[in-house]
T-cell receptor, first 117, second 112 residues
Framework: AQKVTQAQTEISVVEKEDVTLDCVYETRDTTYYLFWYKQPPSGELVFLIRRNSFDEQNEISGRYSWNFQKSTSSFNFTITASQVVDSAVYFCALSEALIQGAQKLVFGQGTRLTINP | DTGVSQNPRHKITKRGQNVTFRCDPISEHNRLYWYRQTLGQGPEFLTYFQNEAQLEKSRLLSDRFSAERPKGSFSTLEIQRTEQGDSAMYLC??????????FGPGTRLTVL
């Protein structure tokens, strides 16, 4: 079965510091997708990125960057020059196939990130 | 706003009562998912619809739970004879044919 582990339960840093959120996954599938979602205090899960298993290129989007390493089954997320608005719970998720080509998401337990001014 | 919407946002009920939640997906998304999130945990999959057909149900979905998606548009999730263990955030997500799921704001259920 698919499994996602986010070992860091809580992280607290001072504004402008860089911070990396770790994600390790387990799967027997050869084709799969990895995701990161942000959950601010309002509760809505906000999609950040999707990466497929064949694309190991790192991705950068503004202050956000993602490092996908298949050899270590990791998909880590780095926020550069963190801001107070980055405070939220961040979830890493792995796709698991359902019938007719659909995918359900298997989530990690989340990392609560607090950025202090 | 064309995102996923859910109603109500909060529901407080007494044990043994029935409750129903509604999810309106992004228009033209033919796939709709329900997840449940308890405090301090990540969301867990409950069930999946493709158009009006319910194609997958988790073992978490006991026989007190029922979900529908009439005409392949909005969906409802009903819990009968609620128990305190049903207290959680119920999240709905929709997706087009390929993969990325977009979530609604959730319905927070508290069973007293």
């Amino acid at each position: 079965a698919q499994k996602v582990t986010q070992a860091q339960t809580e992280i607290s840093v001072v504004e402008k510091e860089d911070v990396t959120l770790d994600c390790v996954y387990e799967t027997r599938d050869t084709t799969y997708y990895l995701f990161w979602y942000k959950q601010p205090p309002s509760g809505e899960l906000v999609f950040l990125i999707r990466r497929n298993s064949f694309d190991e290129q790192n991705e950068i989007s503004g202050r956000y960057s993602w490092n996908f390493q298949k050899s270590t089954s990791s998909f880590n997320f780095t926020i550069t020059a963190s801001q107070v608005v980055d405070s939220a719970v961040y979830f890493c998720a792995l796709s698991e196939a359902l019938i007719q080509g659909a995918q359900k998401l298997v989530f990690g337990q989340g990392t609560r990130l607090t950025i202090n001014p | 706003d064309t995102g996923v919407s859910q109603n109500p946002r909060h529901k407080i009920t007494k044990r043994g009562q029935n409750v129903t939640f509604r999810c309106d997906p992004i228009s033209e998304h033919n796939r709709l998912y329900w997840y449940r999130q308890t405090l301090g945990q990540g969301p867990e999959f409950l069930t999946y619809f493709q158009n009006e057909a319910q194609l997958e149900k988790s073992r978490l979905l006991s026989d007190r739970f029922s979900a529908e998606r009439p005409k392949g548009s909005f969906s409802t999730l009903e819990i009968q004879r609620t128990e305190q263990g049903d207290s959680a955030m119920y999240l709905c997500a929709s997706s087009p044919i390929f993969h990325t799921q977009y979530f609604g704001p959730g319905t927070r259920l508290t069973v007293l």
